[in-house]
């Protein structure tokens, strides 16, 4: 079942009405009409901030009939009948073949489509991880930021002559693949929300959507639909009036652009190198990030320009021998524009001892 009210707040968040859909797993036209009354009413995306307790007022004032703020599915009352034979079939076959069976041997009438929701909703994520796809259209300016922890390894601390576990707090931005890193020794909630706000500061600005990882600190019950965002980290995005999307689990491709910074930091940054002190690392990594195009940063932060051939070298010949030559020798005339070598006037070194 699908909340009305977030259908909303993905909409006024600025995602595409298409994009949402696919999200959610409902039909566009299905966005379109729950959307109508939020566009008559003159609201546009990304207008003033909005909780959830006031969506769910005006989907109430928008939609009384309904019974609260869930979208029912009426075909459902018509599948559920048939739960127990769905449950044996899925993961098996395809929804496809399973709506073929019943409608030829139990009179189904429902449509595919819904027995597709159906088991999209009562069926664990594994049977139907393989069925979503999620949709990812290029990436406006400051529309995305994507969120994780990444194990950089072990570091001799020289306060407690211990040797700690190091973990890389990293946000990229797909659109310019800017990128903040902060390192840490603890995952914890506090860290967790002082490295947001840390990143925040950085960039000078809030992304209009955060990609994270589901880990504690953020998500306390990842679900493809209606995830639980944790309370402190829920509070920081509407302090900031972004919104929080987490990746799927154990979907690395949802936030590929962080995942793709894994390696590039560990190797660029913490590898071969050495600190006093988690103060200095911290300090390290936040000098040696660029903030923008252009900017003095230390050269292992700065994107490595775009590798390009060199031209072939034009091999010259003797103007008497006609053997190859490396080097133009005194006396050479200007090179031929249709054989794009050189006329030679005078002849090779081996000639000439000759």
Not at 120 to 133: I, K, L, M, S
Not at 158 to 175: D, E, I, K, N
Not at 235 to 260: F, N, S
Not at 280 to 302: F, K, L, V
Request: charged letters at 25%.
């Amino acid at each position: 079942m699908v909340d009305v009210t977030e259908i909303l707040q993905h909409w006024y968040a600025g995602r595409p009405k298409v994009e949402v859909a696919r999200s959610l797993g409902v039909d566009v036209k299905t966005v379109r009409r729950y959307v109508a009354p939020a566009e008559a009413a003159g609201m546009a995306p990304g207008g003033p901030p909005v909780t959830g307790e006031q969506w769910r007022v005006l989907a109430r004032d928008w939609f009384p009939q309904i019974a609260g703020t869930g979208i029912r599915q009426v075909s459902w009352r018509e599948i559920a009948v048939h739960h127990d034979r769905i449950a044996g079939l899925a993961g098996v076959v395809p929804v496809s073949v399973i709506h073929q069976r019943l409608a030829d041997e139990q009179g189904l009438e429902a449509s595919v489509a819904s027995l597709r929701r159906y088991v999209r909703a009562h069926f664990p994520e594994g049977v139907r991880a393989d069925q979503v796809r999620m949709h990812r259209p290029p990436c406006a300016p400051g529309a995305e930021a994507q969120v994780d922890y990444g194990y950089l390894g072990l570091w001799p601390d020289p306060a407690t002559a211990r040797r700690r576990r190091v973990w890389a707090f990293s946000m990229v931005l797909p659109y310019s693949r800017h990128l903040f890193v902060r390192p840490a020794v603890s995952m914890t909630q506090r860290a967790w929300v002082e490295a947001h706000v840390a990143a925040f500061e950085f960039f000078g600005g809030v992304p209009e959507k955060l990609t994270p990882d589901n880990l504690k600190a953020g998500v306390s019950k990842p679900d493809l639909y209606d995830p639980k965002i944790n309370r402190g980290y829920a509070e920081l995005a509407r302090h900031y009036g972004c919104l929080v999307d987490p990746a799927r689990a154990y979907h690395p491709r949802d936030k590929a652009v962080i995942e793709a910074h894994r390696r590039y930091i560990r190797s660029s940054f913490f590898a071969g190198r050495s600190w006093g002190s988690l103060a200095a690392m911290t300090a390290d990594a936040g000098a040696g990030a660029p903030r923008w195009p252009g900017s003095a940063g230390p050269a292992r932060w700065r994107a490595a320009p775009r590798s390009r051939c060199s031209p072939p070298r034009r091999r010259r010949r003797c103007g008497r021998c006609r053997r190859w030559r490396s080097s133009r020798p005194p006396g050479a005339g200007p090179r031929s524009p249709r054989t794009r070598t050189w006329s030679w006037a005078a002849p090779c070194t081996r000639c000439r001892t000759g």
